[in-house]
């Protein structure tokens, strides 16, 4: 039986891994098992909910990697920190934004399968997340209120993660950054336990086709 890691790694591959070793699975990962499904998603004319839920993975994800820390009982505050590594901004309340993101995005599709009601979908908007917030009294918007409503154009989101990916790759392969590796390091042993003994699925291969 075949013993794949990846879709082009066998655990081989991990037995004494280089540090280019470990960029090069992860890589694999979640090019093949995450990106590849969220673009086929896309393609077809139902996906995009689905491929939202796919990509709302990435964003607590990438704050442990980058930390080298779990998100375990942490997940909004490395939903949210990671949400603003991919979409940077200056503009004020972004904190805020991405934290209405998490509730009425990210939960909405883990618990529910869909969306909050207060948020839409479009791939005709210019940007990733359009966010309406209650006016001021001088009329500007109060970015620190509760959102009024959402609109996500799942094409740039799917982009804007995308390429953050792959710049994320890039400082890993060039290892200008000591920590920044190191985080990844840190993540990638502690989630595939490397070191440790080879694991024991207790049982043959033939119990596990249906053949004993």
């Known amino acids: 039986m075949d ?10 591959k991990l037995e004494e891994p280089s540090f280019s070793d470990l960029v090069d699975v992860f890589e694999d990962l979640w090019r093949h098992y995450i990106f590849d499904p969220v673009r086929f998603l896309m393609r077809t004319q139902y ?6 839920i796919i990509l709302c993975s990435y964003f607590e994800a990438i704050q442990s990697y980058t930390t080298g820390e779990s998100s375990l009982n942490r997940s909004k505050d490395f939903f949210v920190k990671g949400f603003m590594q991919v ?3 200056k503009a ?3 904190e805020n934004a991405a934290q209405e ?39 500007n918007p109060d970015v620190c209120a509760r959102v009024v409503s959402i609109i996500v154009n ?4 799917y982009e804007g993660t ?12 060039v290892g200008d950054d000591q920590d920044l590796c ?3 390091q840190k993540s990638v042993e502690r989630q595939w336990d490397l070191g440790s003994s080879e694991k024991n699925v207790g049982i043959t291969e033939s119990e596990f086709l249906g053949n004993a």
């Not at 013993?3 to 081989?12: A, I």
């Not at 996906?47 to 939202?52: R, Y």
């Not at 995308?162 to 392969?173: A, D, P, S, T």
């Open 3 to 12: 013993d794949f890691l990846s879709p082009s790694y066998t655990h081989e």
């Open 47 to 52: 996906g995009d909910i689905a491929a939202m």
């Open 87 to 89: 979409f940077s901004s």
């Open 92 to 94: 004020p309340g972004i």
């Open 101 to 139: 993101i998490y509730k009425y995005i990210r939960c909405g599709l883990a618990h529910e399968g869909m969306l909050s009601h207060k948020v839409s979908y479009s791939r005709a908007g210019a940007k990733a997340f359009f966010l309406t917030y209650p006016k001021k009294p001088d009329g």
């Open 154 to 157: 799942p094409a740039r989101m």
């Open 162 to 173: 995308e390429h953050h990916f792959n710049g994320y790759i890039n400082k890993l392969r």
């Open 182 to 184: 190191d985080a990844f």
